[in-house]
């Protein structure tokens, strides 16, 4: 249980909330924290999320739920557009994994922590909707409240300098409030500061909810390819990604990850499903002091094509949190667009993942990959950069003639360079290049 305690102290909070204002939520909110077995957590989590699709069935529908499934009611709300869009991705999520409680056989642990996730992603939203709701049901009578005060206020004709002073005086009371709130951290003010004071993160290896083993490669180069491009930011630190692979599995909490590598945050996420157009994932931002605080947390449904476009956007929105400003160029880097067929980034990861073993075998699996990819997107420079990687670790591993294999990977080089002058592996490539084969260090480390 220790692996999503953090997540029940978030759910503990959010029971106070409820408890008084919608008990049914906060009965099964109850038993959830109380729960000290995974599948029951599991399925209290679903729990709430009935009692939620229940009421915004009568609420947004207009009519009961009666024994129609979660699924159903989530889909109709989707698209008559009765909630937020990134909310009914967190009712997907949640609907789909906690449905595993019921079925031990198929349950990994793991799972737990993107439900308790989502479901307070779900519940907090749920709150801020409850609330408006209850602002609507009251508004006719505080309008007619309204018009009695204003009636009341001509009758009594208050002096004009009287009226100024009075309203300074609100003025400057809201004014001493709102400092007040900032100064003793309440309103967000605590929270600003936290987030400046980040200059380090690091991006921890994704987790693999999709239920599918054999797409690890998938998860583990989307990994790389986010830490390339928050790589981008001049003035954060990234640890690279064989320093945060290390981490891949591991029982450390991540107060413990932070400390050992020395960075002021993580960025942790889940790759929640796996399709064959669309893949859908939880990241969140977590800062590391005297204890783990939740800075930030997106759910996203994003179509296969466009995961070039999510890793620029989701580099900004980091930046936008933690108040980094970016340069003019670093703005250029991450405004980039680009869609990329599916088996075509397919093809470019599985070669990533035959690069890591350097044996013959493997080398021409990932060269066959990346030539396949070529012909259907001959301009995407990643595919030639990886060429040149591929013949370059050919030659340095004796499996073919330095002359031959350089020859090809200045050949690759020189396609990636006039395609794209700012991608960061054919510059590495010509580093590493200069350093082992022409010796010319001044031209490697520039």
Known sequence: MTTWSYEIKDLEKLYDSF??????????????????????????SRRCLEVIITDLSERELKRPRGTEPLKGIIDKLNREEKVPHNIIISMQNLNSLSTLGAHPKDFDPRQVKPVLLDLT???EWYLTYMESQLTIEKEPGALQVKRKEQVSFRKTRTKPWKRIIAVVGILLAGAIVIVSLIVFDIIGGGKQARAESIGSIVVLPFSNYTGQDTLEWF???????LIQDMGKIGSLHIPGTTTSQVFKGSDKTIKEITSELKVDAALETAVLCLGEDSICFQTRLIKTGREEEQLWIADYKIARNQILNWYNGVTKQIAKEINIK??????RLLSKSRTVDREVYDA?????????????????????????AIEKDPDWVPLYSGLAMVWMALAQNSLESPSVAYQKVNEYID??????????????????????????????ER
């Open 19 to 44: 408890k008084d204002q919608h008990p049914k939520i906060a009965r099964e909110l109850e038993k959830l924290i109380k729960a000290d077995d995974e599948n029951m957590v599991l399925v209290y």
């Open 121 to 123: 992603t779900v519940l």
């Open 219 to 225: 998860v583990s180069g989307m990994h790389s390819s």
């Open 326 to 331: 970016l340069t003019a160029e670093e703005e």
């Open 348 to 372: 470019f990861l599985r070669s990533l993942q035959y690069l890591d073993d350097l044996s013959l075998e493997s080398l021409n699996k990932a060269r066959a990959d990346l030539n396949i």
């Open 415 to 444: 396609k990636a360079l006039k395609l794209d002058p700012d991608n960061a592996d054919t510059h590495f490539i010509i580093a590493h290049t200069a350093w082992l084969n022409e010796w010319n260090w001044a031209k490697s």
